[in-house]
């Protein structure tokens, strides 16, 4: 691998991303800012919703790739991602509601408190169960997801399973009344998860992870810890859930125990594997084309013989068949399937020089 | 021989420590009464969902997270055929309620039994070469039923209403009614318990999946298909845990949150008893179930937090993987 430098496909997304509210306003005849209407602005046009389900796709993407560093890169399997977006979520809920500080420091503390805490649950449960193999260590995260999600469903606190309305935004990052520059601000998370992420991995740290994955007892038997290098693959995974839930309330301006449910465990274990395991771009493949079919066909009325479905209704179930069909059909998701059959034609055409593994682009 | 011994006694010891405590926080013997019939009677529920869990884990290394989905497809399915309405309407077809709950039994049986045939045939057997995935499907397997019964059934739960000869019963003890059904449900258990343990134990094929759990590579070279004793304990184990929800039904009604809590309790009780072993199962079982029981007692009237209650069971899951992952009668691993 002699190329470590960003490619340019990379770059020209990353323009045009910043350029879209634009090109669609442009397109459309609307404007990327909302209608204002006294000094207030209402978010209607063509851009702004755009942009929010563009938000959406970000937030979603830096979910899936945190869950990729742990479940991808590092071969951990881990059914609790939910605590981590949940309780960063709920914490800077707390902080802008129930304290008495103004509405800046509770932002930066709700912040930093948010991924301390994420960091700190990473590492407790790393510490106390990460020596559990496998399927003791899924179930170990499963079990203390759902405690957490239990125990928020009734605290009276938080308003138990009702949860809290976030009104205590100021007015530049608020979604509804500056959308635009939540969109650039969820943009910069994005890249940065993306760029930082790549980074790890591709780092001789990282090498240790793909190492583990492969095989823990020869990583091991060559000097590596694999538990101290699991350890940062969840607290660093963690962080960047619990990034992904803040953000995630402030957009939706709620705070729920919905956050803590197993929906965002299975959501991010989904578009991992559709998009492609243990690959860079794959999660982030899999939660645009998710998200995107979601949009498409939640409003969509399928009538089949005298009976017809809302495709909102059914959409879970649905979601859950693609999720089984991929697992079996091909498990190496779309953006591996690609790279091999890539690696294929390449070797078809050039016979290989040596036995190298032709599997692993920058991608 | 000795490993086991102390297990045993460490068992006796903990049910023994949870009954002093029940009764240590019950009113009267009336309440304390209660206290320990519901907690059997969850107890059998839990064996019932635990058994194939335990035992697809043993013998095929695969641990079914779709377990839980079963029991509640059971409970919706028995719902269904009993009540007047939903999908399959019996009432007019059969007016004796009593035959009407034997056939709502029967079709969650069979309909158990299907379902777990077609997720071991045709979803996990191309998968055994990958366990990960295969754990993830699993996974996936549990939300698509909770989805499934969702779209079916709507959210909303269904308390049972239609009652029968059984399920009406009462009688009386300490000054306290007792359900008869509740009963009812503790002796099919241990009934079952013991019938399964004498398949396992007395049979040709209890012998072949014993010996499957121990080395299932060494049954196949002997000449035995362990491919087909797959597919039949995976659907015998669904069969069992769609029947449990079926004879829970009545009780509990049927809703969405069965499939995630009997799952959870239940692998608690695996974990507890440790995976692959059925008397730790059994064990397992009865320990949980009465912990529930208890700490649902206690919560309620002394602490005044009944979400302790619900939480009991993954509080003593990540205790007992804490403690002792390798559970009361599994192997140090």
Known sequence: MKERAIPWVFLLILVSLIAFPFIVALLTGSSPLGVARGDRMIMRGESVRWQAVLIEIFLLGILAMSYNLIFGFTGVISFGHALFFGMGGYTIGLLLEFTDLDTTSALIFGLIGGLALAALLGLIIGLVSLRLQGVYFAIFTLAVAEMFFIFFGRLQLTRAE???????????????????????????????????????????????????????????????????YKLIAITIGGVFA?????????????????????????????????????????????????????????????????????????????????????????????????????????????????????????? | MLRQRTSWITIIILIAALLIFAAATSRNLGTFGITVLSGLFQAMLLFLVASGLSIIFGLMDVLNFAQGGFFMIGAYVAYDVHHPGGLIDMTGAIPNADLRFFLSILAAIVIGALLGAFLER???????????????????????????????????????????????????????????????????????????????????????????????????????NVRAVFTLVFTFGCAVAAFGGAIAAPFLGASIGMSSSFLLSAIAVVVLGG???????????????????????????????????????????????????????????
């Open chain 2, 122 to 224: 045709g979803l996990l057997r191309p998968l055994y070469a990958r366990p990960i995935f295969q754990l993830v499907l699993t996974f996936g397997v549990s939300l698509v039923l909770v989805e499934a019964v969702r779209f079916i059934w709507s959210t909303t739960p269904y308390s049972w209403t239609a009652l029968f000869s059984v399920r009406e019963g009462y009688f009386t003890l300490f000054e306290q009614q007792f359900s008869t059904y509740r009963l009812f449900v503790i002796g099919i258990g241990f009934f079952l318990i013991v019938a399964i343990a004498l398949l396992l134990q007395r049979t040709r094929i209890g012998i072949i999946i014993r010996a499957g759990v121990e080395d299932s590579g060494m049954v196949e070279a002997l000449g035995i």
């Open chain 1, 162 to 228: 009702d949860g809290f309305a976030i009104t205590d935004l100021p007015v530049w990052l608020d979604p509804t009344q500056s959308r635009l520059t939540f969109y650039y601000i969820v943009l910069a998370v994005f890249v940065l998860t993306f760029v930082f992420i790549r980074r790890l991995v591709n780092s001789p740290t990282g090498a240790v992870f793909k190492a583990i994955r492969e095989n823990e007892d020869r990583a091991s038997a060559i000097g590596y810890n694999p538990l101290t």
């Open chain 1, 242 to 363: 619990a990034l992904a839930g803040i953000l995630q309330v402030i957009l939706n301006k709620k705070v729920g125990p919905e956050l803590l449910s197993v929906t965002y465990t299975v959501d991010p274990l989904l578009m991992t594997i559709i998009g492609g395991i243990g690959t860079f771009t794959g999660p982030v493949i899999g939660a645009s084309g998710l998200h995107l079919l979601d949009t498409a066909l939640r409003e969509q009325i399928v009538t089949i013989g005298s009976t017809t479905i809302r495709v909102a209704d059914s959409w879970s179930l649905l979601l859950g068949l693609i999720f089984i069909a991929v697992v079996l059909i091909f498990p190496q998701g779309i953006v591996g399937t690609w790279m091999r059959w890539r690696a294929r034609r390449v070797r078809l055409s050039s016979p290989p020089k040596g036995a190298e593994n032709p599997v692993q682009a920058d991608h």
């Open chain 2, 275 to 333: 995976l692959g072993s059925y008397v730790g199962t059994a064990a397992g079982s009865i320990l949980v179930g009465l912990a529930i029981a208890v700490m649902a007692n206690y919560s309620a009237e002394f602490l005044n937090l009944p979400v302790l209650a619900s939480m009991t069971p993954m509080l003593l899951l990540v205790l007992v993987l804490l403690l002792r992952p390798s559970g009361l009668f599994g192997e140090r691993r």
